[in-house]
């Protein structure tokens, strides 16, 4: 796929999926700003990028802060004219307690990062999407967007409010050539996971850059189509 002068901004694009769906766009020809909260990723991120960091730039920006959004966005259309691609990575995982025991702080957490995360970036980047009269948006929702398993009733709800966030999005952006999908991982094989987990049979868990190949099918005009849907990403967890 080729993505040659394409502008894509990735919040969340130095972790573990990030790091590889950015990776991917820059192999891809793409210009790509991602934001980053944690230098030490960036940095790696960096380190992989090689010669192609010289269309990567990664700034420090809370995606959970309307005004930190908004300066993300125009910096962007300041720098490169043009927002084409956007990619809601962003996210976080707490699970293990029932909902009577998990408290409102963790509550908090998981719909700022997997809910308004992904509200506060598409609101800031979409009106110039609008303007263009074309745009790419994907959302990394979550198996768990479709059912509430025990235990994860915060990170569950959120990543259900992102999934339909995504259709109430794409049923609005339909006027204006703007395509907007989901994607539906599970476990992902990352460091954290296999961390987390370590008598777990990773090889069962799809890769990261496995998830990054439909990403960026999903930005590209082969995918005219898809608009709307929620795909899964999970193949045999």
């Given at each position: 796929?080729?993505?040659?002068?394409?502008?894509?901004?990735?919040?969340?694009?130095?972790?573990?999926?990030?790091?590889?769906?950015?990776?991917?766009?820059?192999?891809?020809?793409?210009?790509?700003?991602?934001?980053?909260?944690?230098?030490?990723?960036?940095?790696?991120?960096?380190?992989?990028?090689?010669?192609?960091?010289?269309?990567?730039?990664?700034?420090?920006?809370?995606?959970?802060?309307?005004?930190?959004?908004?300066?993300?966005?125009?910096?962007?259309?300041?720098?490169?004219?043009?927002?084409?691609?956007?990619?809601?990575?962003?996210?976080?995982?707490?699970?293990?307690?029932?909902?009577?025991?998990?408290?409102?702080?963790?509550?908090?957490?998981?719909?700022?990062?997997?809910?308004?995360?992904?509200?506060?970036?598409?609101?800031?980047?979409?009106?110039?999407?609008?303007?263009?009269?074309?745009?790419?948006?994907?959302?990394?929702?979550?198996?768990?967007?479709?059912?509430?398993?025990?235990?994860?009733?915060?990170?569950?709800?959120?990543?259900?409010?992102?999934?339909?966030?995504?259709?109430?999005?794409?049923?609005?952006?339909?006027?204006?050539?703007?395509?907007?999908?989901?994607?539906?991982?599970?476990?992902?094989?990352?460091e954290a996971n296999r961390q987390a987990m370590p008598n777990a049979d990773h090889s069962l868990w799809p890769k990261p850059e496995a998830i990054a190949k439909v990403i960026l099918f999903l930005c590209s005009p082969d995918a005219e189509v898809i608009h709307g849907a929620a795909i899964p990403v999970y193949g045999r967890v």
């Amino acid at each position: 796929m080729e993505f040659t002068g394409v502008v894509v901004a990735i919040p969340g694009g130095t972790g573990g999926l990030g790091r590889a769906v950015t990776l991917s766009f820059l192999r891809a020809g793409a210009t790509v700003v991602t934001t980053c909260v944690v230098p030490p990723e960036q940095d790696r991120l960096a380190k992989e990028a090689g010669s192609l960091s010289a269309r990567l730039s990664c700034l420090q920006v809370d995606v959970t802060d309307e005004g930190a959004v908004k300066r993300f966005a125009e910096e962007i259309v300041a720098h490169h004219g043009r927002v084409d691609v956007l990619v809601n990575i962003v996210g976080g995982f707490a699970g293990g307690k029932p909902v009577w025991e998990t408290d409102q702080a963790t509550w908090e957490r998981m719909l700022n990062l997997n809910l308004k995360s992904a509200y506060l970036c598409s609101k800031a980047i979409v009106p110039q999407m609008i303007k263009q009269n074309r745009g790419w948006i994907v959302n990394v929702a979550s198996r768990s967007s479709l059912k509430g398993d025990a235990g994860l009733s915060a990170y569950a709800a959120s990543k259900a409010a992102e999934l339909v966030l995504t259709q109430s999005l794409a049923e609005e952006l339909k006027p204006y050539r703007i395509n907007v999908n989901a994607v539906l991982p599970s476990i992902i094989d990352t460091e954290a996971n296999r961390q987390a987990m370590p008598n777990a049979d990773h090889s069962l868990w799809p890769k990261p850059e496995a998830i990054a190949k439909v990403i960026l099918f999903l930005c590209s005009p082969d995918a005219e189509v898809i608009h709307g849907a929620a795909i899964p990403v999970y193949g045999r967890v």
